[in-house]
């Protein structure tokens, strides 16, 4: 038997799909997936430090992961992500944490396999700031309906609170032919949902050189690619998404109509602030736009409360920007200091009880109008992917990005199936195979 591997693994989705390619890079080497009840020979850690709790609970499972070390001492603990690109800090946690056996940068992936080799004793460090592309890491991909496909890395939109274009360097876009060559490669082993993973997938190509290269033809030129398939695709920004790509999501029958594009504030003082270059006028103009020529869009955000000196009039301001959206799905976080950001060094940072009213409010007003949005749902047939088998049910995804629970077997995932709802509970939808 080969020695075994445990990932695990914080963070967005760009994260997840990166641990897919951890697994495929030991596997490659030899590694087998651990059992739930053993400890692992090789434990990897992919990091995430976009808030302070996810931090926190990295540490947290470090010092866990040390306990089970004392027991396993051969055990070879590997920190990754974007928390070792910090400035300084994988310095900081090998002081902290000397078990640790290689921290590695999220660029230096493919040492994994050489590091590993090694038994050194003290703390192996790999990192580079230089964030070249790198093609061809294996991934080992989750058996499920859907598949992640990197189109870009990096950001280089600096919004003032965020530590993403610190960690993850400038936006590099990946060849589209590349990109066709996957999903069609994807698409013909079977996954029926593929999403295209980028901190702002409408900046798509603007460093290849070549005008004619954008998000809008990527997308257009993936949805000419044979088979029956749902092309999903994260994160717009909302002063980048443009009308042609609209156009191609509202011409295509392949395109998914839920779109995840983060408002953050609804204030024009605070987005000033947050450099978010636009103002709430201008998202909402942006919403209209996509509202107009996909009707059945389903939209999600991202918002964030407390920034410095946010106001109760900004907050009303956040509020009034979410009841006009109409988000189907809104994701809200408090602000969080990150050292090297702008935003850290503001004056005028909010109190941790006004942060967590703040927060409290804005979900309850998103609730009433997510059960809003639900009821107009009954009633309804929409064409569903199913996408997971869950207490002896299935749960399927719409068009726009609607979760609907209906009855099904396991067989029934990844198949498409219209599915009338019937019952609307707590903004959750339930209906039926028709
Ligand atoms: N690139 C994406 C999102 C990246 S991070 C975008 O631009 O939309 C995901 C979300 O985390 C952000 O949309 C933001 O709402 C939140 N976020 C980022 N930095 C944060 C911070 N310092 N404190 C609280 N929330 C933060
Ligand atoms: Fe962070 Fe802004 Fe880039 Fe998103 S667009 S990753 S929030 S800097
Ligand atoms: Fe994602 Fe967290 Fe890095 S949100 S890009 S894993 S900092």
Redesign the pocket.
């Known amino acids: 038997m080969g020695k075994t591997y445990r990932i695990i693994t914080y963070g967005?989705q760009m994260n997840v799909h990166e641990s897919e390619k951890i697994a495929g890079l030991l596997e490659e080497d030899g590694y087998v997936p651990y059992s739930e009840n053993e400890a692992a020979d090789v434990v990897v850690l992919n990091t995430c430090c976009?808030?302070e709790n996810a931090e926190t609970r990295v540490l947290g499972n470090l010092g866990i992961l040390k306990k089970e070390k004392e027991n396993h001492p051969d055990m070879k603990i590997v920190v990754c992500g974007c928390m070792t690109q910090a400035d300084g800090a994988a310095e900081k946690l090998k002081a902290r944490c000397p078990f640790i056996h290689a921290i590695l940068g999220t660029d230096n992936l493919d040492k994994l396999p050489q590091v590993l080799a090694e038994n050194a004793k003290k703390t192996r460090i790999e990192i580079s700031q230089e964030h070249k592309l790198k093609e061809n890491i294996p991934a080992v991909r989750s058996l499920g309906v859907n598949a992640w496909v990197n189109i870009m890395y990096g950001?280089n939109?600096f919004?003032s609170?965020?530590?993403?274009p610190y960690v993850r360097g400038r936006e590099r876009s990946r060849e589209k032919k590349q990109i066709i060559a996957d999903v069609r490669e994807l698409v013909s082993r079977g996954y029926s949902q593929i999403t295209l993973l980028g901190?702002?997938v409408n900046s798509y190509g603007n460093d290849l050189g070549d005008k004619n290269n954008d998000f809008a033809s990527l997308l257009s030129d993936l949805s000419d690619i044979e088979g029956k398939f749902r092309l999903k695709f994260m994160?717009s920004?909302p002063k980048d998404i443009v009308s042609q790509t609209v156009d191609v999501i509202a011409n295509s029958d392949k395109l998914s109509h839920f779109i995840?594009m983060?408002p953050?504030s609804g204030s024009d003082r605070i987005l000033k602030l947050m450099n978010r270059r636009y103002t709430a006028g201008g998202y909402l103009e942006k919403v209209a736009m996509i509202k107009d020529k996909v009707p059945d869009a389903g939209l999600s955000g991202?918002?964030?409360v407390g920034f410095p000196t946010e106001t109760e009039a900004d907050f009303a301001d956040t509020l009034k920007l979410v009841s006009v959206a109409e988000f189907a799905n809104l994701?809200t976080?408090?602000?969080?200091?990150?050292s090297g950001?702008p935003?850290a060094e503001m004056d005028g940072q909010v109190s941790v009880a006004d942060k967590k009213r703040r927060i409290s409010e804005l979900i309850d007003k998103q609730f009433v109008i997510s059960c809003r949005l639900a009821e107009r749902c009954v009633g309804k047939t929409y064409e569903v992917l199913g996408t997971e088998y869950k207490k002896g049910k299935m749960i399927g995804e719409t068009k726009c990005g609607k979760a609907i629970t209906y009855a099904g077997s396991k067989d029934a995932v990844g198949k498409f199936v219209s599915v009338r709802v019937t019952d609307n509970k707590n903004s959750k939808l339930y209906g039926e195979i028709i």
């Open positions: 967005c976009i808030r950001c939109n919004c609170y965020c530590i993403v901190q702002n994160t920004h995840h983060p953050q991202d918002v964030i994701y976080f408090i602000y969080s200091r990150r950001t935003a």
